[in-house]
């Protein structure tokens, strides 16, 4: 994966992160994931589509997942509530959008977030899209950027072909 595919989530998170919650965050060293294990036990999901296709997960653990949803609300919230669900679910949107406007190309369009909560859980992601995970420290725990994202394959149409 392109270099230049990671440094707009980078950017984003630190953005984001630090306008709404003054929250600085510190990126570690970038790495490729090689399984589908997922790195914490709440993880938010966001789908790619259009130039470019994948997946981005933001994950952590639940005692961090729980502070950073406090500081975004205000409030605090059960992790089975569907308002901490809908916190974590904002917060990949708002990176992933962050992200995708450094991206500046038309016809990328991201997806209405999921969250999954519990250990142990997987997240299937695209065949043949690496994942590159991306560890950030942060004072309120361990947050975690999965970039899973390549250019889509261009399709010729037989009439365009002919």
């Known amino acids: 994966m392109d ?14 992160f630090s306008t709404m919650f003054q929250l600085p965050v510190e990126i570690g060293e970038p ?10 036990d709440v993880s938010g999901i966001i789908g790619v589509s259009g130039v470019m296709v994948g ?18 609300t205000g409030e ?3 992790a089975d509530s569907d308002d901490f669900a809908d916190a974590v679910g904002e917060l990949v949107n708002m990176i992933s959008g ?3 406007a450094e991206f500046q190309r038309k016809g990328v369009s991201i997806s209405c977030p999921s969250v999954v909560i519990g250990a142990d859980h997987t997240i299937a992601l695209q065949s043949g899209v690496p994942c590159v995970l991306i560890p950030c420290s942060t004072d309120c725990g361990e947050v975690v950027l999965e970039v899973a994202l390549r250019e889509a394959e ?9």
Do not use: D, W
């Open 3 to 16: 270099a230049n595919m990671i440094t707009p989530f980078v950017n984003a998170i630190q953005n984001v």
């Open 31 to 40: 790495r490729l994931k090689t399984n589908r294990k997922a790195t914490h």
């Open 55 to 72: 997946t981005i997960v933001l994950s952590m653990p639940l005692e961090a997942a729980g502070s950073i949803v406090t500081l975004f």
């Open 76 to 78: 605090e919230y059960e």
């Open 98 to 100: 962050n992200a995708k």
């Open 154 to 162: 261009v399709e010729v149409s037989t009439s365009a072909a002919a």
